[in-house]
């Protein structure tokens, strides 16, 4: 069985600040790996997917990956309420399981006016 | 509008009924998921299809089943050998493409009478 650990929060950070999300895994052979934003009562929604290791910036988020050290990371520069949420962290399945995703069981962020 | 439609948004079932979440896509996608989601938890595979007529289990595919007779088409049954049924239930799907990221449909809501 294939381990995605995230920090379980909640985290809370104010208005303007960077919200640092982080995501661990086991399976030091993941090659894809992919951030989902829900809010409360709604579905997944994708934010960003990193493939390869260093940052990958869009807009006001940024996802970092180090494979060597078998984490990934998810940076919200000047967080807003609207980002108030459960952020999901997965790993792409390998081999046989090369068709699925691992979650994360997900990290709660409040951002206070 | 392209996309990946549950329904009903809300179900109830009483003691010993078997009931049927539909799930269908209109995005040409190969592959499509079951996940569970219980309050405060993160996402658990149920059943996974990444071809017409094949399915693989997933980590709790216990009371559950499914089928997969057409492309656009992937149901869940829950059985009433599934004694805790209350849950959220996503359908997703993806492009059996390289490093595709999964989909959500905006699930349904199952609660026993």
């Known amino acids: 069985q294939k381990e995605v650990e995230q920090n379980s929060g909640p985290l809370s950070v104010p208005e303007g600040a960077i919200a640092s999300l982080n995501c661990t895994y086991s399976d030091r052979g993941s090659q894809s790996f992919f951030w989902y934003r829900q809010y409360s009562g709604k579905s997944p929604e994708l934010i960003m997917f990193i493939y390869s290791n260093g940052d990958k910036e869009d807009g006001r988020f940024t996802a970092q990956l180090n494979k060597a050290s078998q984490y990934v990371s998810l940076l919200i520069r000047d967080s807003q309420p609207s980002d108030s949420a459960t952020y999901l962290c997965a790993v792409r399945g390998r081999g046989s399981t090369l068709g699925r995703l691992y979650f994360g069981r997900g990290t709660q962020l409040t951002v206070w006016p | 509008d392209g996309g990946i439609t549950q329904s009903p948004k809300y179900l109830f079932r009483k003691e010993g009924q078997n009931v049927t979440l539909s799930c269908e896509q209109n995005l040409n996608h190969d592959a499509m998921y079951w996940y569970r989601q219980d309050p405060g938890q993160g996402l658990r595979l149920i059943y996974y299809?990444?071809?017409?007529?094949?399915?693989q289990k997933g980590d709790i595919a216990e009371g559950y089943s499914v089928s997969r007779e057409k492309k656009e088409s992937f149901p869940l049954t829950v059985t009433s050998a599934q004694k805790n049924p209350t849950a959220f239930y996503l359908c997703?799907?993806?492009?059996?493409?390289?490093?595709?990221?999964?989909?959500f449909g905006d699930g349904t809501r199952l609660s026993i009478l």
């Open positions: 997703a799907s993806r492009a059996d493409r390289d490093n595709q990221p999964q989909h």
């Open positions: 299809s990444q071809i017409v007529n094949d399915f």
